[in-house]
């Protein structure tokens, strides 16, 4: 719905660069998908469609990945942000995209368990 879709310049911007020394490069458009079925029919359009696809999380990352250098569809997954599965046993937790670090080690607080900067292996749903 229109809720999750944004053509505004000011949103597109937003969306067009990450903390990375490079210029902004907006998308066409951005969503906000907020279940894996709606990724899934997404990303089916944007195939047949030939249009490019950039996934974004913060914008924080410093690489430049997020810059929509040939336009397309921004994915913004922040709100598929649950938390879908904790094994204290075996250490292990099953998350959306949109889950930040900060969000889930509120979570696991009071596990004595943390997921700290620069871990690798989280496993999203």
């Given at each position: 719905?229109?809720?999750?879709?944004?053509t505004?310049?000011?949103v597109?911007?937003?969306?067009?660069?990450?903390?990375?020394?490079?210029?902004?490069?907006?998308?066409?458009?951005?969503?906000?998908?907020?279940?894996?079925?709606?990724?899934?029919?997404?990303?089916?359009?944007?195939?047949?469609?030939?249009?490019?696809?950039?996934?974004?999380?913060?914008?924080?990352?410093?690489?430049?990945?997020?810059?929509?250098?040939?336009?397309?569809?921004?994915?913004?997954?922040?709100?598929?942000?649950?938390?879908?599965?904790?094994?204290?046993?075996?250490f292990?937790?099953?998350?959306?995209?949109?889950?930040t670090?900060?969000?889930?080690?509120?979570?696991?607080?009071?596990?004595?368990?943390?997921?700290?900067?620069?871990?690798v292996?989280?496993?999203?749903?």
């Open positions: 719905g229109a809720a999750n879709v944004s505004a310049t000011a597109r911007e937003q969306h067009g660069h990450d903390e990375s020394m490079h210029p902004c490069a907006p998308p066409d458009v951005v969503v906000w998908p907020q279940a894996v079925g709606q990724v899934q029919e997404l990303a089916a359009l944007c195939h047949r469609c030939r249009v490019p696809m950039v996934p974004f999380g913060t914008g924080t990352g410093l690489e430049g990945g997020v810059n929509a250098v040939q336009g397309g569809v921004c994915f913004d997954l922040s709100r598929m942000d649950a938390i879908a599965e904790l094994s204290l046993e075996d292990s937790v099953t998350v959306e995209p949109g889950v670090r900060k969000a889930l080690n509120r979570h696991l607080r009071g596990t004595g368990l943390w997921f700290p900067v620069g871990t292996g989280l496993r999203g749903v």
